[in-house]
């Protein structure tokens, strides 16, 4: 079969998918998500995911103006979402995006925690500068464990929900590239357990993603650099021997935030395209 055909015969399955998950009323059915950094990339098509999947997303990000282009985008699609403006480094902007929740939905079931700083890409650990490990640690950790504290009395209140944090395959090895990023991506997944621990009789599971190279922007320098995609490939020996799409992140991050993974809390799933995730 020629590609053109494959590639037309699997956009049509996904459309049918899609019409018939829509159908259903979606297995998220009723569920109000908040997903923080998504009008770009892996948070905007977990967006997507979760919305197509029937709950009603907050999306959010710093700039306005994308916050105003992804809502449009994805109430375009008839998604039930709407958005607004959040630094998660700031902690009035972290309230007012779970306040919104609250006063707009009348309270909040699933929180995926997505952004991420890496103001040292490629620049060896040892060079960190003190601002710089300040700034991924705030943003990486202290922001996602925050964010998750706001939102768990509100869960509480609804008898349960769902806690997903974004994290990374180099959170399981600090490779040259990643240093203190990856150091605060394995941080998560310590973040992922403790709280998973504390929220559990609550009725509220705490789940991590750990994606490995998906073509966003964020990742853009490793894939445009042909050479160094090259040397990541030969690192990783992907068994997939491909990058990932951020859609393929969604999709796992539906299946934890549903009742289909009722009985997992704790874990981080790696969608890596088969690299090797081992502390
Ligand atoms: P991306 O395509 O560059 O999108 C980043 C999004 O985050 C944008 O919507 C951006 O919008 C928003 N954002 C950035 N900083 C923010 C902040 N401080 N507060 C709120 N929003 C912020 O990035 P991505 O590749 O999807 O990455 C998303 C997550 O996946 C990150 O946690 C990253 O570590 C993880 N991840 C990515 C890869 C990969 O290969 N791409 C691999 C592993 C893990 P504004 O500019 O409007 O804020």
């Not at 494959?6 to 019409?19: N, Y």
């Not at 977990?46 to 916050?67: M, P, W, Y």
């Not at 203190?180 to 559990?200: I, P």
Request: hydrophobic letters at 40%; charged letters at 20%; aromatic letters at 6%.
């Amino acid at each position: 079969m020629s590609f053109t055909k494959s590639r037309f015969l699997a956009v049509g399955q996904q459309c049918l998918k899609m019409a018939s998950r829509a159908a259903s009323g979606g297995k998220l059915a009723g569920k109000v998500a908040v997903v923080t950094a998504s009008t770009d990339g892996i948070g905007l098509a977990i967006a997507r995911r979760l919305g197509q999947d029937g709950a009603k997303v907050i999306i959010s990000s710093r700039q306005e103006k994308n916050v105003q282009r992804a809502v449009q985008e994805l109430q375009g699609e008839n998604l039930d979402v709407t958005g607004m403006v959040c630094h998660v480094g700031k902690a009035e902007d972290r309230k007012n995006l779970i306040q919104h929740a609250v006063d707009n939905y009348g309270g909040l079931d699933i929180l995926v925690s997505n952004a991420a700083a890496n103001p040292g890409f490629g620049q060896p650990m040892i060079d960190t500068t003190d601002s710089a490990w300040d700034k991924v640690f705030d943003i990486n950790v202290k922001a996602a464990f925050l964010l998750a504290k706001d939102a768990v009395p509100h869960m509480e209140k609804r008898g349960g929900g769902v806690i997903i944090f974004v994290g990374s395959i180099a959170g399981y090895g600090n490779g040259k590239l990643f240093g203190t990023y990856s150091v605060s991506k394995t941080a998560l997944l310590g973040l992922t357990k403790a709280m998973a621990n504390q929220c559990g009789r609550l009725n509220i599971r705490v789940n991590g993603i750990a994606p490995g190279l998906i073509k966003t922007e964020f990742s853009k320098k490793m894939w445009k650099n042909e050479a160094l995609l090259k040397e990541l490939q030969r690192k990783f020996q992907l068994p997939l021997k491909r990058l990932g799409e951020p859609e393929e992140c969604a999709g796992p991050v539906a299946f934890l935030c549903s009742d289909d993974a009722a009985y997992i809390t704790g874990e981080t799933i790696v969608m890596s395209g088969g690299a090797v995730s081992r502390l």
